[in-house]
Structures are given as structure tokens and as C-alpha cells.
């Protein structure tokens, strides 16, 4: 089995800095694309931003330029590190990771679409 823990939310001011992290456990051979999604109140969940293993991401329009992802391939983390911060951007962040392999005695499974419970990020002064 795998698991993803979520780290680093709070209460910050607007114009503040909060940086995330997440880390996968398990026996875990290899993951592929991992992500941040957020959940404000009454409203879907959607993507912040992801990271293949290879290093390209993608971010969501509203915090380009705001919101940096990073990971460790060694370590299974993915961090996101988050300036300049709104009162829109208070939500419940989860980590996300699409596809993780794991091996066990020599074999090799899938997980797909894993999730951490979240971490709650509140912009407010």
C-alpha cells in the first residue's frame, strides 16, 4: 500500500509565504506525475500544479508566477512553495500522485490516483 502525507498549512497574512510539502511511503519503486489540487469552500477541487519525474510542470493561471512545485525523486516529496499570497487561495491543498509503482519480493504494482487527506492554507489578516 502507499501513502501520502501533506505538511505546512496555516494561517498567513495576504502578501505572505507558506511552503507545502508532501511525502509518499510505501515500497515504492518509482511515481510518476505528482501534483497539488486545492478545494476552496463550495467549489470544486481543481489543479494548482503538477510535476512529471522528469521535472516539467504546469500551473494552474491563477498562481503562475506565485506558486513554485518542486520534488525529490529520492525522497518521493513533493513541495510547493507559495508567495505572495491571497485571501483566494485559502482551501484545503491535497497532494496527488497519478501513478506509483511499488515493489515487493520482486513484484512490481500500480497504484493509481492517490491522495493525501489534505492540509487547510488560510489567507486572512
Known amino acids: 500500500q502507499v501513502q501520502l502525507v501533506e505538511s505546512g498549512g496555516g494561517l498567513v497574512q495576504p502578501g505572505g509565504s507558506l511552503r507545502l510539502s508532501c511525502e509518499a511511503s510505501?515500497?515504492?519503486?518509482?511515481?510518476?506525475?505528482m501534483g497539488w489540487y486545492r478545494q476552496a469552500p463550495g467549489k470544486q477541487r481543481e489543479l494548482v500544479a503538477r510535476?512529471?519525474?522528469?521535472?516539467?510542470?504546469n500551473y494552474a493561471d491563477s498562481v503562475k508566477g506565485r506558486f513554485t512545485i518542486s520534488r525529490d525523486n529520492a525522497k518521493n516529496t513533493v513541495s510547493l512553495q507559495m508567495n505572495s499570497l491571497k485571501p483566494e487561495d485559502t482551501a484545503v491543498y491535497y497532494c496527488?500522485?497519478?501513478?506509483?509503482?511499488?515493489?515487493?519480493?520482486?513484484?512490481?504494482?500500480?497504484?493509481?490516483?492517490?491522495w493525501g487527506k489534505g492540509t487547510l492554507v488560510t489567507v486572512s489578516s
Open positions: 510505501g515500497s515504492i519503486f518509482s511515481i510518476n506525475v
Open positions: 496527488n500522485a497519478d501513478q506509483i509503482w511499488t515493489v515487493v519480493g520482486g513484484s512490481y504494482n500500480p497504484f493509481y490516483d492517490n
Open positions: 510535476i512529471t519525474s522528469g521535472g516539467s510542470t
